[in-house]
């Protein structure tokens, strides 16, 4: 399992961290059952404090992407659902795009419209 952070964004590490387990998850990279490293080995693999990582585990876990077990350690308890929203979110995207288009966008337009509005997301 590979994880970047950038440490000079502006997004704290925590959500870094719960978007490259996400990102992991949708490009099958870790499967439902796949072993997640312990929450201190994570740590000081990525030098992070402990509660940064535990803060990514456990609110994924709320979001029933993963799933810990005590002494088990933590798993991936459910890519399809992850896969299944990530779905869903292209064919939205795809259904705008075709909308775009018909408008007669061209791609660079279309390409630097959605480059400015996720630069205005947090």
């Known amino acids: 399992m590979i ?3 950038d440490p000079g964004s502006k997004e704290p590490p925590f959500a870094q961290l719960k978007g490259a387990i996400v990102r992991l998850v949708v490009q099958g990279d870790l499967v439902t059952g796949a072993r997640l490293p312990t929450i201190r080995q994570l740590a000081g693999d ?3 404090a402990p509660n940064t990582v535990a803060r990514a585990y456990r ?3 709320a ?3 993963l799933r810990s077990s005590g002494r088990r350690g933590t ?3 459910a890519a399809a659902p992850v896969q299944h929203a990530v779905s869903a979110i292209t064919d939205d995207l795809d259904d705008v795009l ?3 288009r018909r ?5 660079t337009t279309i ?3 959605v480059t400015r509005s996720l630069s205005r997301l947090p």
Do not use: N, Q
Not at 103 to 107: A, I, V
């Open 75 to 77: 798993v991936v308890a």
């Open 3 to 5: 994880i970047e952070l």
């Open 59 to 61: 609110e994924l876990e």
């Open 98 to 100: 075709r909308r775009a």
């Open 103 to 107: 408008l007669g966008l061209d791609p």
């Open 46 to 48: 990525l030098d992070l």
């Open 63 to 65: 979001e029933g992407i």
């Open 111 to 113: 390409t630097a419209m």
